[in-house]
């Protein structure tokens, strides 16, 4: 009786495409939301605990290392926020055809570097001028 062949992983098997990058990155996203959420619990108890110790907050997030932290947690927040709604029309069985996944995978990459951008500049310049 001859060997037979021992099974392939589908890693092996399959070529990598933009929908595995998405599906990555859709993880990697919420747990960056959630290191996020815990610098937003940091800020909060801060200014709950006084002047004094929110002044000292805001010198540690205003930092410049601090301030690409909260950037990344921004593209995060806007990131799995659009691939969040990608995967919703999914679950009612829309946009699976080819070029469609394709747009919305290109639409939810682009949109929320975008996105982010223009949260960044009215949470850093517009919400500032109105205080």
């Known amino acids: 009786m001859g060997q037979r062949e021992r099974p392939l992983s589908p890693f092996l098997l399959y070529r990598w495409q933009y929908t595995n990058t998405l599906s990555i990155l859709h993880r990697i996203t919420g747990v960056l939301l959630s290191a996020g959420f815990l610098l937003l619990v940091y800020w909060l108890a801060a200014a709950a605990n006084g002047p004094r110790h929110y002044a000292r907050a805001l010198d540690c997030l205003s930092s410049p290392p601090m301030q690409l932290v909260l950037a990344g947690a921004l593209w995060s927040f806007c990131f799995h926020f659009l691939n969040g709604i990608r995967h919703l029309f999914w679950d009612f069985g829309a946009g699976f055809e080819l070029r469609t996944a394709?747009?919305?995978?290109?639409?939810?990459?682009?949109?929320?570097?975008?996105?982010?951008?223009?949260?960044?500049?009215?949470l850093r310049h517009g919400l500032g001028a109105a205080a």
């Open 102 to 122: 394709r747009a919305s995978g290109w639409t939810v990459a682009i949109g929320s570097v975008v996105l982010t951008a223009l949260l960044w500049f009215v």
